[in-house]
T-cell receptor, first 114, second 114 residues
């Protein structure tokens, strides 16, 4: 079992550009959540996808959007990048939306905005 | 609003000594509480969680935590530290099980000295 995989591992973008990050959930999982972890901080919840719909959203602007595909994989898109968007972006998958199911985290994508 | 405070951004112990990582939370309803560990260049791994029932929760790798409602605390302990325990530890809270949204603390770096 490959677990949760994310691509790319690292990414460098310029202010104002757009970026797409990808996540493949653990086998059998149908729910994907995204978190942003700034340097020296704990992860912050961006949003959760289940059945190809955004189920819950954290306090992030509309520049952050996502998508879930029929195979349960997910993308995180960030438009009009700001320096403050530099962070580790974590994807977590689970069997369902409930926290009764353990969330399994991927290794993250390190985004640097210059 | 929910929040999590981890007291001490860095904790250093000697190998074989007691590990105590502190976590206090704020929640208007009975919380769900979690401890995660993050090793360098890896995603978060669940150590243990409290939902309901027994207030002393045992997790993986010899860790345990006790939910103390009167103190709004959920401190993580391990009787004897191993070198392999050196990592970043995050406490997290949620106010309901029907969500993937976790509120994380800022993390505590555990250093284990030989």
């Amino acid at each position: 079992d490959a677990g949760v995989t994310q691509s790319p591992t690292h990414l460098i973008k310029t202010r104002g550009q757009q970026v797409t990050l990808r996540c493949s959930p653990k086998s059998g999982h149908d729910t994907v959540s995204w978190y942003q972890q700034a340097l020296g901080q704990g992860p912050q919840f961006i949003f959760q996808y289940y059945e190809e719909e955004e189920r819950q959203r954290g306090n992030f602007p509309d520049r952050f959007s996502g998508h879930q595909f029929p195979n349960y994989s997910s993308e995180l898109n960030v438009n009009a990048l700001l320096l403050g968007d530099s962070a580790l972006y974590l994807c977590a998958s689970s069997l369902g939306v409930s926290l009764s199911y353990e969330q399994y985290f991927g290794p993250g994508t390190r985004l640097t905005v210059t | 609003a929910q929040s999590v405070t981890q007291l001490g951004s860095h904790v250093s112990v000697s190998e074989g000594a007691l590990v105590l990582l502190r976590c206090n939370y704020s929640s208007s309803v009975p919380p769900y509480l979690f401890w995660y560990v993050q090793y360098p260049n890896q995603g978060l791994q669940l150590l243990l969680k409290y939902t309901t029932g027994a207030t002393l929760v045992k997790g993986i790798n010899g860790f345990e935590a006790e939910f103390k409602k009167s103190e709004t605390s959920f401190h993580l302990t391990k009787p004897s530290a191993h070198m392999s325990d050196a990592a970043e530890y995050f406490c997290a809270v949620s106010d309901t099980s029907n969500t993937g949204k976790l509120i994380f603390g800022q993390g505590t770096t555990l250093q284990v000295k030989p």
